[in-house]
């Protein structure tokens, strides 16, 4: 299990634990006491999470000399 955890990129772990919050918040059995929507992301955001998720991957790393 540690390896598996030291391989994973971070983003991917970040993703996961929101997608965890996500779901935890959706299936409360008591309820929320507000819904919470999300600001939509600006473009900028938006690229610079996907630049990150890609520079996390490993097909995408440069090769280090």
């Given at each position: 299990m540690?390896?598996?955890?030291?391989?994973?990129?971070?983003p991917?772990?970040?993703?996961?634990?929101?997608?965890?919050?996500?779901?935890?918040?959706?299936?409360?059995?008591?309820?929320?006491?507000?819904?919470?929507?999300?600001?939509?992301?600006?473009?900028?955001?938006?690229?610079?999470?996907?630049?990150?998720?890609l520079?996390?991957?490993?097909?995408?790393?440069?090769?280090?000399?």
């Amino acid at each position: 299990m540690p390896d598996v955890f030291w391989d994973t990129p971070i983003p991917q772990i970040e993703l996961a634990l929101d997608g965890r919050v996500d779901f935890l918040k959706k299936t409360n059995p008591w309820g929320a006491a507000k819904e919470e929507t999300p600001a939509a992301a600006s473009e900028e955001e938006a690229a610079d999470r996907l630049i990150a998720i890609l520079r996390s991957s490993p097909r995408y790393r440069k090769p280090t000399a």
